[in-house]
């Protein structure tokens, strides 16, 4: 998926994991960072102009610069960790002395930032 390491890259930035394992979903902007996204994707576009004389390159390359292309792909990247994080909880210390196991919060943070995304999506469809 043309973007998927972008879209990784940018979720990334918002979680910093030294000292302390943190998440700051309030500093979250999707216009702002689709603006980065953008970027990074007329690369792609421009260093594979192939895809224009492709059956359906055209459709292609109008679907992977919309905003909701993005914040989809962002949502699947979500998803993926999340499930990622969940195979690698250590259930038995989700409590152990009052700290909430890692694999358990960043799991749970990437769901939260997913649903940043649908109400993200809902809104591009209201407007």
């Known amino acids: 998926m043309?973007?998927?390491d972008i879209a990784y890259y940018l979720i990334e930035s918002f979680i910093r994991l030294e000292p302390?394992?943190?998440c700051d979903l309030n500093k979250v902007n999707?216009?702002?960072i689709f603006k980065i996204y953008e970027k990074f994707i007329n690369k792609f576009i421009e260093r594979n102009?192939?895809?224009e004389k492709e059956e359906y390159g055209k459709e292609f390359i109008e679907m992977i610069k919309t905003k909701e292309y993005?914040?989809?792909l962002m949502n699947i990247t979500n998803l993926y960790?999340?499930?990622w994080s969940i195979g690698n909880a250590d259930y038995c210390k989700w409590e152990?002395?009052?700290i909430k196991e890692f694999f358990y919060v960043h799991g749970r943070d990437r769901i939260k930032f997913y649903?940043?995304?649908m109400k993200a999506i809902q809104q591009l469809k209201n407007n």
């Open 20 to 22: 302390e394992y943190q």
């Open 81 to 83: 960790i999340f499930i």
């Open 30 to 32: 999707f216009d702002a």
């Open 70 to 72: 993005f914040i989809k």
């Open 49 to 51: 102009k192939f895809l």
């Open 96 to 98: 152990k002395e009052g």
């Open 2 to 4: 043309p973007g998927n």
């Open 115 to 117: 649903l940043l995304g």
